[in-house]
């Protein structure tokens, strides 16, 4: 970055751009996340007189933007259906950073949920990058979900040792926790 575009982007005038991967099982609420940060980064308009339209499966992937703070994210949303996961590695080496949405009150797939993040965590691309991770324990709101604690037991997260990594307890339903693991990715990102 040329000292102009850091003195633009320190100021506000400029925004940086970073490339983001949201990975997850299908169903962890991947796309309600984005969904809540995209509404959020918009500028208000009149109140609509109907609900939001519901959130549909992402098949293969989505590409969404939205600013937060002086960062103009670019949101590759894949879908977690095991048909699609082979997708993931073809944008590992254009991230910046990642964010991984597990459905916390899923206890029957926390092994598949460990599985394939070992498997992201392990390819080649992101070994080399070390790009900061913000775990969404998601669906907190469900009566029986796994704790942060419990979750990052579930899946091994103590052994990361080699990178910067948050998880926040989060509700993408009612945006509970999102703001809070953004603003920390946003803080890695900005570091980098």
């Known amino acids: ?68 703070e002086n960062l103009n994210f670019t949101v590759f949303d894949m879908s977690g259906q095991g048909r699609y996961r082979e997708l993931w590695k073809h944008y590992y080496d254009d991230t910046d950073g990642l964010v991984w949405v597990l459905d916390a009150g899923d206890k029957e797939r926390m092994a598949v949920v460990r599985e394939e993040l070992w498997s992201v965590l392990s390819h080649k691309a992101l070994q080399q990058k070390k790009i900061p991770i913000v775990f969404f324990a998601n669906k907190m709101d469900l009566e029986g979900s796994l704790t942060p604690q419990e979750c990052i037991a579930a899946l091994g997260l103590e052994e990361i040792r080699d990178r910067n990594w948050n998880i926040v307890a989060s509700s993408a339903v009612n945006g509970e926790g999102l703001n809070r693991g953004l603003e920390w990715l946003a803080g890695q990102l900005k570091e980098r």
């Open 1 to 68: 970055m040329g000292f102009w575009t850091a003195f633009l982007t320190t100021l506000g005038i400029v925004r940086r751009r970073v490339s983001i991967l949201i990975l997850g099982l299908d169903n962890s609420g991947k796309t309600t996340i984005i969904a809540h940060f995209i509404r959020a980064s918009s500028v208000p308009a009149a109140p609509s007189p109907t609900s939001p339209p519901p959130i549909v499966p992402t098949v293969g992937f989505s590409l969404e933007k939205f600013d937060y």
